[in-house]
C-alpha cells in the first residue's frame, strides 16, 4: 500500500453523557467483544497499510490498554507499525491538541519522514468496513487533492452533528457545513480523508501559521473551492457512534442477520485484543433470547433483545430486556433491566430496578464488589 | 551463557487410537476441549503459569494441526527471545533416523535441545491431560526433598489403583517400589505421567539406555534410576486431574465444565488457560433458540434449542433442532428440526436437515466396542452427514457419507460407516 494511516482517536464530545466520564470515544466497546477503534485498525490493516499513527488526548488510558500491543491489528512489524501520539510538551509548543489539524501539525515529523506519497485519514468512532486501497485508486483516477469519504444518510436522519456535503456531478465537492441546523443534503462527511503526504504537510504547516487548528473548518471547508476535493460515495453499513442514542443503535444493529454476517462472517475480519475468556456459559434458568452474548459471561436469568459484553455475570431471575450490558458487569439475583445501558465494572446490587422510560438509561451505580 | 533453572518437554506425539476418529487427523493434543480449547492448551497454559518459559513440543503423529496451533507460541505469551515454545519433530541424523519409538526415546533425541539451555532440572509432561497444576511448587518440593527425580501423584479409589502406574513409598514420600498397572495393588498413589528429573541424572538415564528399543519412562528410565539408588519421591497432588484418553472419558470431562459450580473451573481469574482463538464476535441466541446448562464458544449462531452440552466457536445450530448431552466442535454446521443425543460431533461437521443422532437400541459396536460404547455417536472431523437420516447409539461415521449410505434412511445402533476415499 503506498499509504500510511493517521486515526484520530482524541476527541470527546457530551452528547456521550456519563459514558465518555470513563473513556475517549474511541474505546468504546462495540458488538460484544469489540471496541469502536479496532474497526478504523482493522480496516487499515486489511488494506495493507503498513504504518499507522493514533493521535489520542481525552481520557486515553483505557485507549491505550487496548492499544498496548499492536500485535492484534498485525501491526508488530518491523516495518511500519502502530504508533500512539499523545500531546507532549516540547521546547517549542506547550499546548495540549487544540483540534484535529493541530493534532496533525504537533504530528507532522511522522508525514514527514514517512516515505508513502499517500495518507488515509480515518477517525476512531465509526463501525464499518473499507478497503481504503479503493478510495486511493478513486483519489489518483479524480486526479483529487483531497478525497473525502461520505455516505447518504436515510431521510429524516437528524444531521446537526455531521458535515453535511454537496457534490457536483463529477463529485467534486461544492459545498460543506459543518454541523448544520437545517442541512441542505443528506450527504455526511464519514471523517475518512486520503491526501497526498506532501500536500497534507503544506496544507497542516499553512493552517499553523495562520493559527487555525481544525481540519474540517479549516482545511475543508476553507479550501473547497481552491483545491480539488472530491466525495467518494458509499453504500455499504458505515455508523458513528458519537451520541448515546447512535451508540445504542449501532450496536443493536448487530441483532440484525445481514449486519452480523458483513462484519463477522464475510471477510476480511475485524481483529481486536484477545482476553482468552472462557465460552459463555448458561445455567439452569437461563432463557436467552435475540441476543449477542460474548465470551465469559454466565447467565442465570433471562436475556432479550440485548447485548451482553465479555465476563457479565449475571445473576438469578434477573430479566434484561432491550439492553446494552458492557464488560465486566455484576448483576445480582432478581434484578430487572430495560432500555439501559450499564457501564462496565459495575456492580449492580440483588433486587435493582432499572428502566429508561422514553429514551436509554445509563445506569452507573459504583457498588462495593464481594468476589469469591 | 544461557541458563534456565527448568525446561519443560511436552510429549505430544502419540496418536491416542482410543479416541477413535477424533484423532484420525490430529493428533490427540489437538483434540478440541471444552468449547474453544484445545488438550494442549492446558499443560501449555500450566507452564507459563508456573514461570516455565521454555517449552519443547514433541510432535509425530499428524502434527499439521498442532504446529498450525502453536505457531510461534503467542497465545501463551511462549514467543520469547531465549526459549519460548518449540516444535521438535523427529529429524534425520547422519549415521540413523528413526522416528520416535518411545516417551523417553523422543527426550533422548533431544539432547541437543535441551543442553542448549544448561538447565537444572527437566520437567517431562504429556500432552494428553486435563489439570492445573504449579509446577514451581513441585520444583520447590523436589529440591527440599533432594529428590533427583520427583513423579507427580495422586490418589485414586483404590478399586480403579488396577487402571495405573502405582507407586509404593516410606513415611517419607521416598519411592520405594513401583507396580505397573497391579492386580492387587499395595498403594492408591497413581502416577501422573509428570516428572521432574536433575537434568545430570536424565541425560545419564538416557544416554545408558540409548540402545534400548522403544525406550519409555515408565518402564525403562526410572526403574534404571531407581535402580541407582537415585532419589525418587512422590509429589501428592489432590487437584482435578483427567485422563480424557477414551472417548467416555473425554465425553466425561466436557460435561463436567456444565456444572453450576464446575470442579475444574474455567472462570477463575487466576490460572487463566490461554489458547490459540480464530474468532472474536459474541456469539448469537435466536428468538428461537433455548440454552440451559451449557457452554458456548465465540462467533456461534444458535437458533435451535441446546440442553447440557459444550459448544464450540463458530458452529451453526438450525432453527427447531435439539442437541442435548452432546459436544460440537468448533465451526459444524447442524441443519434444522434435527435431534442429537450424546453425540460427539468433531470440526468441520455438516449435518443436513432433519437428521437424528443417538436414536433407537442400545448395541454394541461392531467393529470396535472398546471405543465407542456408552451410546454416544460420534462423528469425524469434515465428515457430512445427509438430510432426513436417523442414526443409532454407539455409532461412528467419518466422511462425505451420501443418502445411499442410509439404507431406508436409517444407520441402526453400533454401526461403523467410514467412507472410503481420503485414505480413509
Known amino acids: 500500500m503506498r499509504a500510511i494511516g493517521i486515526i484520530l482517536a482524541g476527541g470527546n464530545n457530551h452528547r456521550m453523557q456519563e459514558l465518555s466520564q470513563k473513556r475517549a470515544i474511541a474505546a468504546m466497546p462495540i458488538a460484544g467483544s469489540y471496541r469502536s477503534i479496532d474497526f478504523a485498525l482493522s480496516n487499515m490493516s486489511n488494506s495493507h497499510i503498513q504504518k499507522v499513527g493514533v493521535c489520542t488526548q481525552y481520557n486515553a488510558s483505557s485507549l491505550n490498554t487496548h492499544l498496548?500491543?499492536?500485535?492484534?491489528?498485525?501491526?508488530?512489524?518491523?516495518?511500519?507499525?502502530?504508533?500512539?501520539?499523545?500531546?507532549?510538551?516540547?521546547?517549542?509548543?506547550?499546548?495540549?491538541?487544540?483540534?484535529?489539524?493541530?493534532?496533525?501539525?504537533?504530528?507532522?515529523?511522522?508525514?514527514?519522514?514517512?516515505?508513502?506519497?499517500?495518507?488515509?485519514?480515518?477517525?476512531?468512532?465509526?463501525?464499518?468496513?473499507?478497503?481504503?486501497?479503493?478510495?486511493?485508486?478513486?483519489h489518483i483516477a479524480k486526479k483529487a487533492d483531497i478525497t473525502v469519504v461520505c455516505k447518504d444518510m436515510p431521510e429524516g436522519t437528524n444531521l446537526d452533528r455531521y458535515g453535511t456535503i454537496k457534490m457536483n456531478e463529477e463529485c467534486r465537492i461544492e459545498e460543506f457545513e459543518e454541523k448544520p441546523i437545517v442541512a441542505k443534503s443528506n450527504t455526511v462527511s464519514c471523517g475518512i480523508y486520503v491526501v497526498r503526504r506532501r500536500q497534507l504537510i503544506e496544507l497542516l504547516e499553512k493552517c499553523a501559521e495562520e493559527g487555525l487548528y481544525d481540519f474540517v473548518?479549516?482545511?475543508?471547508?476553507?479550501?473547497?473551492?481552491?483545491?480539488?476535493?472530491?466525495?467518494?460515495?458509499?453504500?455499504?453499513?458505515?455508523?458513528?457512534?458519537?451520541?448515546?442514542?447512535?451508540?445504542?443503535?449501532?450496536?443493536?444493529?448487530?441483532l440484525k442477520p445481514e449486519v452480523r454476517d458483513y462484519f463477522f462472517r464475510q471477510y476480511p475480519d475485524i481483529y481486536s485484543k484477545e482476553d482468552d475468556l472462557p465460552p459463555a456459559k448458561y445455567n439452569v434458568g437461563a432463557r436467552v433470547k435475540n441476543s449477542l452474548i460474548a465470551s465469559g459471561t454466565i447467565v442465570n436469568g433471562v436475556v432479550e433483545n440485548s447485548i451482553i459484553f465479555k465476563k457479565a455475570f449475571i445473576g438469578n431471575n434477573c430479566t434484561i430486556k432491550n439492553s446494552i450490558i458492557l464488560n465486566d458487569v455484576y448483576i445480582g439475583d432478581n434484578t430487572y433491566i430495560e432500555n439501559c445501558i450499564v457501564e462496565s465494572r459495575d456492580t449492580i446490587r440483588a433486587n435493582s430496578y432499572h428502566k429508561g422510560e422514553g429514551k436509554v438509561e445509563i445506569v452507573i451505580e459504583k457498588n462495593e464488589r464481594y468476589v469469591i | 551463557m544461557i541458563k534456565k533453572e527448568m525446561i519443560a518437554m511436552l510429549l505430544a506425539g502419540g496418536q491416542g487410537s482410543r479416541l477413535g476418529v477424533l484423532t484420525k487427523k490430529v493428533a490427540k493434543p489437538a483434540v478440541a476441549f471444552g468449547g474453544k480449547y484445545r488438550i494442549i492448551d492446558f499443560p501449555l497454559s500450566n507452564c507459563i503459569n508456573s514461570a516455565v518459559d521454555t517449552v519443547g513440543v514433541l510432535t509425530q503423529y499428524q502434527p499439521l494441526r498442532l504446529n498450525?496451533?502453536?505457531?510461534?507460541?503467542?497465545?501463551?505469551?511462549?514467543?520469547?527471545?531465549?526459549?519460548?515454545?518449540t516444535v521438535l519433530p523427529p529429524y534425520e541424523k547422519s549415521t540413523s533416523s528413526e522416528w520416535y519409538t518411545g516417551t523417553a526415546n523422543a527426550i533422548y533425541q533431544n539432547i541437543d535441545y535441551m543442553d542448549s539451555f544448561n538447565p537444572e532440572y527437566v520437567l517431562i509432561l504429556s500432552g494428553d491431560h486435563i489439570y492445573k497444576m504449579d509446577y514451581e511448587v513441585m520444583l520447590d518440593y523436589h529440591k527440599s526433598k533432594g529428590a533427583e527425580v520427583t513423579l507427580a501423584a495422586m490418589p485414586v479409589p483404590i478399586e480403579e489403583a488396577k487402571r495405573f502406574g502405582i507407586l509404593i513409598t516410606d513415611e517419607n514420600r521416598q519411592i520405594t517400589e513401583f507396580e505397573e498397572k497391579p492386580e492387587n495393588p499395595r498403594s492408591n498413589l497413581a502416577s501422573m505421567g509428570i516428572y521432574i528429573f536433575n537434568w545430570k541424572?536424565?541425560?545419564?538415564?538416557?544416554?545408558?539406555?540409548?540402545?534400548?528399543?522403544?525406550?519409555?519412562?515408565?518402564?525403562?528410565?526410572?526403574?534404571?534410576?531407581?535402580?541407582?539408588?537415585?532419589?525418587?519421591?512422590?509429589?501428592?497432588?489432590?487437584?482435578?486431574?483427567?485422563?480424557?484418553?477414551?472417548?467416555?472419558?473425554?465425553?466425561?470431562?466436557?460435561?463436567?465444565l456444565i456444572d453450576l459450580v464446575p470442579e475444574f473451573n474455567l472462570y477463575e481469574e487466576y490460572w487463566k488457560i490461554y489458547t490459540k482463538n480464530d474468532r472474536l464476535p459474541p456469539q448469537y441466541i435466536a428468538e428461537s433458540a433455548e440454552v440451559e446448562k451449557s457452554i458456548i464458544g465465540e462467533g456461534s449462531e444458535i437458533y435451535g434449542r441446546v440442553y447440557n452440552s459444550v459448544i464450540g466457536c463458530g458452529v451453526t445450530i438450525g432453527e427447531g433442532t435439539v442437541v442435548r448431552d452432546s459436544i460440537i466442535m468448533n465451526d459444524t454446521v447442524i441443519g434444522k428440526y434435527g435431534e442429537i443425543y450424546k453425540g460427539i460431533i468433531a470440526e468441520n461437521v455438516r449435518i443436513g436437515d432433519s437428521v437424528k443422532l443417538g436414536v433407537g437400541e442400545e448395541r454394541e459396536n461392531e467393529t470396535d466396542p472398546h471405543i465407542y460404547n456408552n451410546g454416544l455417536v460420534t462423528v469425524g472431523e469434515r465428515s457430512y452427514v445427509p438430510a432426513n437420516v436417523s442414526v443409532g447409539k454407539n455409532t461412528v461415521i467419518f466422511g462425505e457419507t451420501q443418502e445411499e449410505d442410509y439404507p431406508d434412511h436409517y444407520l441402526p445402533s453400533g454401526r461403523t460407516l467410514m467412507k472410503a476415499g481420503d485414505e480413509a
Not at chain 2, 534410576?225 to 472417548?247: M, Q, R
Request: aromatic share 18%; with cysteine; hydrophobic share 35%.
Open chain 2, 201 to 256: 541424572t536424565l541425560k545419564e538415564a538416557l544416554i545408558a539406555n540409548a540402545n534400548q528399543p522403544a525406550l519409555d519412562f515408565g518402564k525403562h528410565v526410572i526403574p534404571y534410576c531407581h535402580s541407582n539408588g537415585s532419589p525418587i519421591f512422590a509429589y501428592e497432588y489432590n487437584g482435578y486431574w483427567k485422563d480424557v484418553g477414551t472417548l467416555h472419558s473425554y465425553w466425561e470431562a466436557n460435561m463436567e
Open chain 2, 68 to 85: 498450525t496451533h502453536i505457531g510461534i507460541g503467542i497465545p501463551w505469551d511462549l514467543d520469547r527471545n531465549i526459549g519460548g515454545v
Open chain 1, 68 to 138: 498496548s500491543s499492536s500485535k492484534w491489528w498485525d501491526f508488530g512489524r518491523k516495518q511500519g507499525g502502530l504508533f500512539v501520539f499523545t500531546p507532549a510538551v516540547t521546547s517549542d509548543n506547550s499546548y495540549w491538541y487544540r483540534g484535529t489539524a493541530d493534532a496533525l501539525y504537533q504530528n507532522i515529523s511522522f508525514l514527514k519522514e514517512s516515505h508513502e506519497p499517500y495518507v488515509v485519514i480515518a477517525s476512531g468512532d465509526c463501525v464499518y468496513k473499507m478497503d481504503f486501497n479503493r478510495v486511493l485508486e478513486y
Open chain 1, 217 to 254: 473548518k479549516d482545511v475543508l471547508i476553507r479550501y473547497k473551492n481552491f483545491k480539488r476535493i472530491f466525495g467518494y460515495k458509499i453504500k455499504d453499513y458505515w455508523s458513528n457512534i458519537a451520541t448515546v442514542e447512535d451508540y445504542f443503535r449501532t450496536n443493536m444493529d448487530f
